[in-house]
């Protein structure tokens, strides 16, 4: 059951059989340029109050604009936005380049063309392991009509034969 050689590589392989939905989370910086870095880590925690979680890796260049901002926006990536999560997953890269996306009312960078949106206020931030875990309160949400994309085994993927998901706006104060 359980691998002995090469531990790490094994479990990533492991963790990788785990199919998640695949988000770019952003936030702007101290001086106000945008901020954003590809996430699978994000869930959902509690409908009432409405609390969601992502993971966000102790080496990451951009850990002192997450880590200290206290509002970020989950942009749900659609199928075709592959491309979109490979930019935000390169390091160095001018991530908000050529890309098409807006300042939401609060400021935060909303890319075009995802399938949902949450914006949300973060609540508590919890150190465990190589990753600061991210709790964030949502405060509005938002959905459009599409097909996410996922990720599985280090790929990306379609899901197949979903039909498309309903689109429509909800704010949360
Ligand atoms: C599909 C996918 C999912 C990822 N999920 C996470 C994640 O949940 N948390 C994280 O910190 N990095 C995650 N990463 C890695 C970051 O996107 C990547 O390391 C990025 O370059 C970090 O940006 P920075 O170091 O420039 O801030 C993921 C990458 C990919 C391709």
Redesign the pocket.
């Known amino acids: 059951m359980q691998s002995r050689s090469h531990p790490s590589t094994e479990l990533r392989k492991a963790l990788g059989h785990f199919a998640t939905g695949?988000t770019v989370v952003t936030t702007r910086a101290a001086d106000g340029s945008p901020e954003g870095?590809?996430?699978?880590?994000f869930a959902s925690v509690s409908l009432d109050p409405p609390l969601v979680l992502?993971?966000?890796?102790l080496a990451?260049?951009?850990f002192d604009t997450f880590g200290l901002s206290s509002q970020h926006l989950i942009n749900v990536l659609a199928a075709d936005q592959a491309d979109v999560?490979r930019h935000?997953?390169?390091?160095g890269a001018r991530r908000f380049d050529h890309l098409r996306w807006s300042p939401t009312e609060a400021g935060l960078p909303r890319l075009d063309g995802c399938i949902a949106w949450f914006e949300v206020g973060i609540r508590s931030r919890h150190e465990e392991g190589d990753h600061l875990i991210l709790v964030g309160r949502i405060e509005s949400f938002e959905i459009a009509r599409g097909r996410p994309l996922l990720?599985f085994n280090s790929q990306f993927a379609e899901l197949a034969g979903a039909p498309p998901a309903h689109g429509g706006r909800t704010t949360h104060r």
């Open positions: 695949v870095i590809t996430v699978n880590s992502w993971c966000l890796g990451a260049a951009s999560a935000f997953a390169t390091r990720f």
